[in-house]
């Protein structure tokens, strides 16, 4: 068997243990939040009349939210599933696996060109440990969370396109290079660290190749359009394609947003947290709240500075004679960059599934440690065959926390009970149960806990209408767009139940602020028209 047939069976191996790992998420459901505005309720999705919207705006605005992601390339393959098989959960669980298991595959073929002498069995044990580490877990089991496999399918794309271009010199891997980054940035945003990993990565060979000669001017026409693609990116993004805060997701400025310094010793006791749950994955969970520390000499931001400042000196002390160590650092810290929150204040302070992109150093600089000695390559050996069906039972077991939006939301509360969110949707979850009052007490302790989100208040007055309570349903429906008068929908509900009650006339102004906050309800356009002619006393569409 020659060298490239025997690279192939450890190519499958990698993408069906991924897909077994997470096969159990098949049969999930939507999930109240991002699932259902991104998904069960985008108008977009529903029909290409909508391709230039799509296009042109933010991801969320087919659901009629606005939020400053851009990511048109998820969106239409989202639209062309919804066209194939309606909006229904499965085939869009089973793009997020195939996407994953996609994503592995191609950190294998990555690593093997990253490591030409090692034995691929080793490459293919570090995608594994990548592929079925526990902090993966996040996005691959939302339903719309396919965006960061998509992202990074396109980054590792690129790498490996990029890494043929390098050996044959032939241009067509160059632009299919190039083309994965185009592809990555229309994804997520978070692929704009690529020029930078490219460069590193470009680097390193040349470290590894004593032959090797640098020219300034090769690798300027090599890596040139690159950067110039994320420029134009970043002009984008801040002049037609910015929706409202490219750089600060923060409506009013806080402790955390106005002082440079506390986001800094803030991201430092999250990078010695993320350390800790890649070596040792206890503890994990979405939603996670974060403390704004204010000081260096607090125990978890120095004892992160002093475990970073090891892995920075590791990375420095190894540029030498193994600078794939090197470079496996810096890959971590260059991906994590876009949501460090320095530069643009995103938000949130961690997510888990922020670790996706980033956790591909991880993979690089231990496998660079592995075959640097031959002890190192047996005890690497030993350790994949420990830790990667610990870490797919793990995984597995995990996914099931996501098979409802219930089992969700209980598990999130099990660990942060005082987020008021997290009560609402698990009274949507309930509340479809027809377990009513389960349902009320659950709004009415987000409303306690945090009375800001005018779901909270448009939800908890739906369920009183299940229980005839209209009295206290028109209440919370007024007090929801008083907390945000764009929310169109308690405005629908309030012109239905006028018209419920016979007061057509009461029911249009409602109509007409509906319309004039989300035009895109053509129904709602013909009842009022009905109304205004004064034809028809009927429902809401």
């Known amino acids: 068997m020659n060298q490239k047939n025997a690279v192939w069976p450890y190519a499958l191996l990698v993408f069906l243990v991924s897909i077994v790992v997470y ?49 048109p390339l998820h969106l239409l393959i989202f639209a062309t599933i919804v066209h194939l098989s309606g909006a229904i959960p499965w085939p869009f669980h089973l793009f997020s696996i195939l996407c994953h298991a996609g994503c592995g595959v191609l950190l294998f073929l990555f690593l093997r060109r990253l490591f030409p002498q090692a034995r691929p069995w080793m490459a293919g044990a570090a995608a594994l440990l990548w592929a079925v580490h526990p902090i993966q877990a996040e996005d691959i089991n939302w ?32 632009a299919l290079s190039l083309l994965g980054f185009v592809a990555g940035l229309l994804s997520k945003e978070g692929v704009i660290v690529l020029p930078v990993l490219l460069l590193g990565f470009h680097w390193t060979l040349l470290r590894l190749d004593p032959a090797a000669q640098p020219n300034l001017g090769r690798m300027l026409k090599t890596h040139g359009p690159f950067w110039a693609v994320a420029a134009l990116y970043v002009a984008a993004r801040l002049t037609a394609l910015n929706f409202g805060g490219t750089l600060n997701f923060y409506a009013q400025s806080n402790v955390y947003t106005g002082n440079i310094l506390y986001r800094f010793y803030t991201l430092l006791s999250v990078l010695g947290y993320a350390f800790k749950i ?19 000499f607090l125990k978890p931001v120095f004892l992160s500075f002093a475990a ?95 098979r409802d939006s219930e089992a969700y939301y209980q598990y999130t509360l099990r660990y942060e009970p005082r987020q008021a969110k997290l009560w609402t949707n698990l009274a949507m979850a309930v509340a479809e149960k027809g377990k009513n009052e389960e349902a009320i007490r659950y709004y009415q302790e987000a409303i306690r806990l945090s009375d800001t989100y005018p779901e909270t208040r448009h939800n908890l007055a739906q369920t009183y209408l299940q229980i005839g309570r209209v009295d206290l349903a028109q209440e919370e429906l007024k007090k929801a767009v008083a907390l945000d008068p764009r929310f169109y929908h308690s405005y629908l509900t309030l012109a239905q139940i006028a018209l419920n009650q016979n007061r057509p006339k009461e029911a249009i102004p409602y109509l007409e602020t509906a319309l004039a906050i989300y035009p895109y309800m053509p129904q709602v356009k013909q009842a009022l028209e009905t109304l205004k002619r004064g034809q028809a006393r009927g429902k809401v569409p």
Not at 145 to 174: P, R
């Open 143 to 174: 339903a719309n969370g396919s965006a960061t496999m998509l992202h990074t399918f396109g980054m590792l794309a690129s790498l490996v396109c990029f890494s043929k271009f390098l050996e044959k010199d032939e241009k067509k891997w160059w």
């Open 278 to 296: 890649m070596i040792i994955p206890q503890g994990l969970h979405p939603e996670r709240t974060w403390p704004v520390f204010t000081s260096f």
């Open 23 to 71: 096969s159990n998420t098949l049969g999930h459901g939507f999930i109240y939040g991002d699932d259902e505005h991104v998904i069960v309720k985008n108008l977009y999705l529903t029909d290409w009349k909508y391709l230039p919207n799509l296009l042109t705006e933010n991801w969320k605005a087919g659901f009629g939210q606005v939020t400053n992601y851009y990511r």
């Open 308 to 402: 970073i400042t090891g892995a920075i000196a590791a990375g420095i002390w190894s540029y030498r004679k193994e600078p794939r160590v090197t470079l496996g650092i810096f890959w971590f810290f260059a991906a994590y960059a876009p949501m460090s929150n320095l530069a643009a204040k995103i938000n949130a302070i961690f997510w888990e599934h922020w670790l996706y992109a980033p956790s591909i150093g991880i993979a690089i600089a231990i496998l660079a440690a592995a075959v640097a000695k031959p002890w190192a390559e047996k005890a690497f050996a030993g350790m994949a065959c420990l830790a990667v069906p610990a870490f797919g039972l793990l995984t597995y077991q995990r996914n099931w926390n996501w």
